[in-house]
């Protein structure tokens, strides 16, 4: 519509300026407009007995975007490698470390059997060293084995299917106003960036029709 109406003008009064002004112009708008059509409208609007149905397209779309969405967040923020690294090395992981120590230590009781009454006889105090010495053994060799561990974890822990099955039962309005605020900071670059892509071609065709 907008070309149609630039075309005409242009016939009838062919300024250079009128072309990068029309390409912000219809840029900003085309771009305004897609990302309203994204989310717009929330609910199903039925036209014409029910043969054309109108709705964002995000939301026509729930299941989809709730499978992608879900493993693009399992994937780089909650998968099992950033959750482990975060409980290894956050404000906690001293605690954590001393709960695994404490473990390790009092599996190598029960491990040791027959033999633990032996050790107990070398002293009560070379017998906690020991303890202690393998427990940090097993601790130093974390870094190495907990990668083994990551594919079981994201399994057993079941986080992407669990978050698209959450996200694919929602209303429309409760998905829209659960991933429409994911976009909304940074719509305005997005318009903005129809307007001077717009411009950029308006340049180039006065620049090629001015030949």
Not at 34 to 48: Q, T, Y
Not at 65 to 87: C, F
Not at 108 to 132: I, M, P, R, S
Request: hydrophobic share 50%; net charge neutral; aromatic share 12%.
């Amino acid at each position: 519509v907008f070309g149609l109406f630039q075309v005409c003008l242009w016939i009838y009064w062919s300024a250079g300026w009128m072309l990068p002004t029309f390409g912000f112009v219809v840029g900003t708008i085309t771009n305004w407009f897609a990302l309203k059509v994204i989310f717009s409208p929330v609910n199903p609007v039925r036209l014409f007995g029910g043969r054309v149905v109108l709705q964002g397209y995000f939301l026509r779309r729930q299941d989809q975007v709730s499978e992608m969405y879900a493993n693009l967040v399992t994937e780089h923020i909650l998968s099992a490698k950033n959750l482990l690294l975060t409980a290894l090395t956050g404000k906690k992981s001293d605690q954590l470390l001393d709960v695994i120590r404490a473990c390790i230590a009092r599996h190598v009781g029960h491990a040791a059997g027959a033999a633990k009454t032996f050790l107990e006889l070398q002293g009560h105090k070379h017998y906690k060293h020991l303890k202690t010495m393998m427990a940090d053994s097993a601790l130093n060799t974390l870094p190495e084995t907990l990668p083994l561990l990551e594919p079981y974890m994201d399994s057993a822990l079941g986080l992407e299917e669990l978050i698209a099955s959450q996200m694919k039962r929602m209303p429309p309005a409760e998905f829209e106003q659960f991933l429409h605020p994911v976009f909304q900071e940074d719509e305005w670059k997005l318009v903005l960036m129809g307007g001077v892509l717009g411009i950029a071609v308006g340049f180039g065709q006065w620049y090629f029709l001015g030949q």
